[in-house]
């Protein structure tokens, strides 16, 4: 099935969404929020299965669907850890500045701990005071969970997948570097992110969902031109199971806890680092990459970021085209 | 005000509390969670403090409040962001380690971004899996605030600190090095933290709250014996006001977010590293402290991190002896 919150007080208004994104039933009656929904799952999710039935089947009067009134499916959550799936992103950082990944980065995985406390909406600007902390995009995958007990193992952690989502993880490249140098991690450079109008269950997937990843291209667009096509299941060294298990390793996690896959990154067909969409390749879901590519390609890189006046779309299509999750799209505007 | 969450459900049930933390009145009919009342605080504030009056002139009938029914006020919070206020502390670990502080640590505060989707209760124990985890307490300051502005002074922060609680901010020290080597920040390595029994309004703290710090010493006992005795107003390089404003440089702050003030930590009465309580001195508020000055001293650390049947104890008392928050009172189990 697919929910959606719309844009209601702090934590909207829970809504069951059409397969096709374009209409919606009220499921405010089984439960208020989606975070309600999540704290309930097995007694309210089949409820809600049985109202997306009757939407899917015209049973019941629906409203059209507009994916500007959505908030982020959790506009507020207890829980954002973000991990990196692809390391083919961090290797492409590690090459521009001439160092190595350390071998326990391929079986260890690297998360963050993200400010969850308020999420853009989808279709949201991102408020920026200075380009000078280099606004970027990254396009990713997260999936949210019901509880989950503390030590769980990666192939009981796929259980606990609930919901998808796209993400839109708003970083300030400019501010990193002096961020991590103090070496508690990211806070100033992760503002807040949106994800993607609608979250879907994994059945909703089909073939597409294996082995705790999506096997589809996550569809990147910058100032309205193809940017980004990654697959979401290549080059992942970790699943998203094996990412719920790393977070649960020293604590439960609560239902309603989202972890992202980090950006989505492939290699270029040649193994090598990746080439833009209008050359044929896979293109790039954040501009650090393009950027990490133009430093070891011409020693320095010329894309910038983003700065008021710039766009990014975010989106994945099934295998006949349809938009699956609804799509981000977000302008920058001065804070 | 006093107010407190008895255990029920997934966020408590909201009460107010005496002054002499022995008497509680239910206050679900105002506001039925501690994150409500935050929420719609400007609406609810109020009402909650005209009950409080009730409870004080036991115009309203109280039932006996036994801090063990009580959970974390927020049992579980949309963010919950650690500064490092006591730069002592930090001196402490560098030193043991033959590394000078950066110049920027003294005007640029250190914060980590923690886990806030489920927090322990104050006398709830902590689970420990593996003694090779290095488990330690951390015994801090914390503070909720309401909205807050992207951007936000120093000097307006300081009305937005709306309740204050203390907080033993439990760390896995043998998982620290790995995960900050990573460059990410911790993240296994801060599994629950817990709040004292009891979050105050900052008028409770009377003379002793000055400059957004508080002037009393945190009371810490380890095992049953005093282990602590820091002043948590003496060598506060930032306070807390200022640390909300850091954490809101870049993003806004939802009503409820808890920000912490790191260990407290005060210098020896010579400016050196401080002394044991035993020896008249002011202690230590965690174990990696009474470590690194042993290892400064002896070159080795000889104090073990916690194992099962530890417990350590965490309070502050008001100029007349009297508990302000309850305590927090934590035995270490096995997992």
């Known amino acids: 099935m697919k929910l959606a919150s719309l844009k209601s007080g702090r934590d909207g208004k829970l809504v069951v969404v059409s397969k096709d994104v374009t209409r919606y039933s009220p499921a405010d009656h089984i439960a208020p929020t989606m975070q309600y929904a999540l704290d309930n799952w097995a007694q309210v999710a089949p409820q809600l299965e049985a109202l ?170 910058y100032n309205g031109a193809p940017f980004g096509r990654a697959n979401a299941a290549q080059e992942a060294t970790f699943n998203l199971a094996q990412l719920v298990a790393h977070a649960a390793k020293t604590r439960n996690l609560c239902a309603g806890s989202i972890i992202g896959s980090g950006t989505v990154s492939n290699k270029g067909a040649d193994g090598g680092p990746g080439t833009p969409v209008s050359e044929g390749g896979a293109g790039y879901s954040c501009i650090a990459e393009i950027r990490m590519i133009e430093t070891i390609r011409d020693g320095e890189a010329s894309t910038r970021f983003m700065a008021p006046g710039d766009t990014v779309a975010i989106e994945m299509r099934d295998a006949d085209g349809h938009s699956i999750f609804g799509k981000i799209e977000q302008e920058v505007i001065s804070a």
């Open 52 to 221: 997306y039935r009757d939407v899917e089947h015209q049973t019941v009067p629906c409203e059209r669907f507009h994916e500007h009134d959505a908030a982020s499916p959790l506009p507020r959550a207890y829980q954002w850890a973000d991990g990196s799936a692809y390391i083919n992103h961090v290797e492409l950082v590690r090459q521009a500045r001439n160092a190595t990944v350390p071998e326990s980065f391929y079986h260890d995985p690297l998360m963050y701990q993200g400010g969850s406390d308020g999420f853009l909406a989808p279709r949201d600007p991102i408020p920026l005071k200075d380009t000078a902390w280099g606004c970027d995009m990254e396009g990713e995958i997260a999936v949210v969970v019901d509880d989950v007990p503390m030590g769980v193992s990666a192939e009981d952690a796929a259980d606990h997948i609930k919901l998808i989502m796209l993400v839109n993880d708003v970083s300030l490249r400019g501010l990193i570097p002096g961020e991590l140098a103090k070496g508690f991690g990211f806070f100033q450079s992760k503002p807040a992110s949106a994800f993607s109008p609608v979250a879907v269950t994994p059945d909703e997937l089909g073939d597409a969902w294996k082995n705790s990843v999506i096997d589809l291209p996550l569809l990147v667009d």
